[in-house]
């Protein structure tokens, strides 16, 4: 979706520790809840670096777009 606003809060979960309430799927062992947090984790990096992208692409096409108006304004 285009929603560069979407974007930014995805962006912001790279910034942020993924911690699970202690009572999290208290009826897995330890270890497959560790699994679990990892993989989630690995997601959300994933879709956090491409929030990322594609606020960097976005910005670099409305800069884009910015300067060849007021260019086409100029001349």
């Keep these: ?3 560069p606003l979407f974007w930014a809060a995805g962006a ?3 910034l942020s520790p993924l911690s ?3 009572d999290w799927e ?3 062992p330890a ?3 560790e699994e679990l947090i990892a993989s989630m984790r ?3 990096v994933k879709w956090g670096r491409r929030c990322v992208l594609a606020l960097v692409v976005f910005s670099l ?4 777009l910015v300067l060849a108006v007021l ?3 100029r001349t």
Aim: hydrophobic share 65%; aromatic share 4%.
């Design 61 to 64: 096409v409305v800069v884009a």
């Design 20 to 22: 699970a309430p202690a």
């Design 71 to 73: 260019l086409a304004l």
């Design 26 to 28: 208290a009826g897995k």
């Design 1 to 3: 979706a285009v929603f």
């Design 12 to 14: 912001m979960i790279l």
């Design 31 to 33: 270890q497959e809840r």
């Design 42 to 44: 690995r997601t959300e």
